[in-house]
T-cell receptor, first 113, second 112 residues
Framework: KAGVTQTPRYLIKTRGQQVTLSCSPI?????VSWYQQTPGQGLQFLFE???????NKGNFPGRFSGRQFSNSRSEMNVSTLELGDSALYLC????????????FGQGTRLTVV | GQQLNQSPQSMFIQEGEDVSMNCTSS?????WLWYKQDPGEGPVLLIA?????ELTSNGRLTAQFGITRKDSFLNISASIPSDVGIYFC????????????FGQGTTLQVKP
């Protein structure tokens, strides 16, 4: 059974640009959550999607957005990139919303220069 | 807001030694999760705990859900070099949500 797949693994962008990250959950899992991991702030929750609807949102500016498709795949978008957005972005999939057993992908390492 | 405090922040031990780390919170949690993260990888779920007082093992790992529901402990017995990594505790912010908060992590280094 394939795990959570995140693409791309690495990305370098310039300040002011926008970026889209992709996540394919484990087959059969319908809930996808996104987290940002930085050395200073640790792992912080961005948002959760279930059945194509955003169920929860963390304390991030509106430049961070996401969506989920009917096949449960999810994308997150960051617009007007800032240097501080450099981080490891992790996607986690769960069977259903409210399930605490979340399985993480390898992450996308975003570097903003 | 809710916070999880992990200790110690880092540990440097000899191969074969046992390791203990813990996680505390000022609020009650109904679920405690322990993850391990290797460099350049995403966190991997090690153990999930659902009931106060519960003691659960996964190989050489044992975790306990504290009676007060405000803490949890992870023990690793007879450590080996591949135990190296960062260990995180985590818990859901409320029921019926997939939103997890994480501790700051305990970095474990094992000397062969």
């Amino acid at each position: 059974k394939a795990g959570v797949t995140q693409t791309p693994r690495y990305l370098i962008k310039t300040r002011g640009q926008q970026v889209t990250l992709s996540c394919s959950p484990i087959s059969g899992h319908r809930s996808v959550s996104w987290y940002q991991q930085t050395p200073g702030q640790g792992l912080q929750f961005l948002f959760e999607y279930f059945s194509e609807t955003q169920r929860n949102k963390g304390n991030f500016p509106g430049r961070f957005s996401g969506r989920q498709f009917s096949n449960s795949r999810s994308e997150m978008n960051v617009s007007t990139l800032e240097l501080g957005d450099s981080a490891l972005y992790l996607c986690a999939s769960s069977l259903v919303t409210g399930s605490t057993e979340a399985f993480f992908g390898q992450g996308t390492r975003l570097t903003v220069v | 807001g809710q916070q999880l405090n992990q200790s110690p922040q880092s540990m440097f031990i000899q191969e074969g030694e046992d390791v203990s780390m813990n996680c505390t919170s000022s609020s009650i949690f109904n679920t405690w999760l322990w993850y391990k993260q290797d460099p350049g990888e995403g966190p991997v779920l090690l153990i999930a705990l659902y009931k106060a007082g519960e003691l659960t093992s996964n190989g050489r790992l044992t975790a306990q859900f504290g009676i007060t529901r405000k803490d949890s402990f992870l023990n690793i017995s007879a450590s080996i070099p591949s135990d190296v990594g960062i260990y995180f505790c985590a818990g859901p912010t409320s029921s019926n949500t997939g939103k997890l908060i994480f501790g700051q992590g305990t970095t474990l280094q094992v000397k062969p």
